[in-house]
């Protein structure tokens, strides 16, 4: 089984309804990231997490939000959807162990399109 | 976090080895130099890091220049499997755990 899982794979969706992308993970990790790929452009952070009770702005948050649920899950909410927020949306999670380390374990993506 | 500037693409044949070359000249003392891949939309994937001497696993070898301001990704016998974007990025050991991914190298490697 997957490390880190998301759901759904892929999604369409109309402008200005309400979409929430999940992700799980049984990495144990206590940290959590949500990204954004546009075509042809690297990833861009939207949100992060440390801990259940740490929720942390990422570059691009503005039309976005995210819960943390428990250690092992981290959602992330698109309140009111619109089209340029068609992308592939990816979760990642990374040991808050070592100095140093920042090796993140990606999820397999959700294609978001909004129509 | 320190900018990085890599080729937009490469080419190598199978076989050979794949050289792929990042500058990060405003790097700082406590920051590391990481690489991750992503194949074709797929979620990207950890491939090395390191802070100054340079390092080796299973997947890569990094050489980090003395001056620490440019570095090399080496595939030593690259298939046709690793072709995909490479991105170097830079990130401090003190740092909240975000990834600044630039546009990356598209790595294709021919038969």
């Known amino acids: 089984d997957a490390d880190v899982t998301q759901t759904p794979r892929n999604r369409i969706t109309k402008t200005g309804k309400r979409i929430m992308l999940e992700c799980s993970q049984t990495k144990g990790h206590d940290r959590m990231y949500w990204y954004r790929q546009d075509p042809g452009l690297g990833l861009r952070l939207i949100y992060y997490s440390f801990d259940v009770k740490d929720i942390n702005k990422g570059e691009i948050s503005d039309g976005y939000s995210v819960s943390r649920q428990a250690q092992a899950k981290f959602s992330l909410s698109l309140e009111s959807a619109i089209p340029n927020q068609t992308a592939l949306y990816f979760c990642a999670t990374s040991d808050k162990g070592l100095a140093g380390r920042n090796e993140q374990f990606f999820g397999p993506g959700t294609r978001l399109t909004v129509l | 976090d320190a900018k990085t500037t890599q080729p937009p693409s490469m080419d190598c044949a199978e076989g050979r080895a794949a050289n792929l070359p990042c500058n990060h000249s405003?790097?700082?003392?406590?920051?590391?130099v990481y690489w991750y891949r992503q194949i074709h939309s797929q979620g990207p994937q950890y491939i090395i890091h390191?802070?100054?001497n340079n390092e080796t696993n299973e997947m890569a070898s990094l050489i980090i220049t003395e001056d620490r301001k440019s570095s090399t990704l080496i595939l030593p016998h690259a298939t046709l499997r690793d072709t995909a974007v490479y991105y170097c990025?830079?990130?401090?050991?003190?740092?909240?755990?975000?990834?600044?991914f630039g546009q990356g190298t598209t790595l294709q490697v021919k038969p």
């Open positions: 390191g802070l100054k």
């Open positions: 990025i830079v990130t401090s050991s003190s740092n909240t755990g975000k990834l600044i």
């Open positions: 405003t790097i700082s003392g406590n920051e590391y």
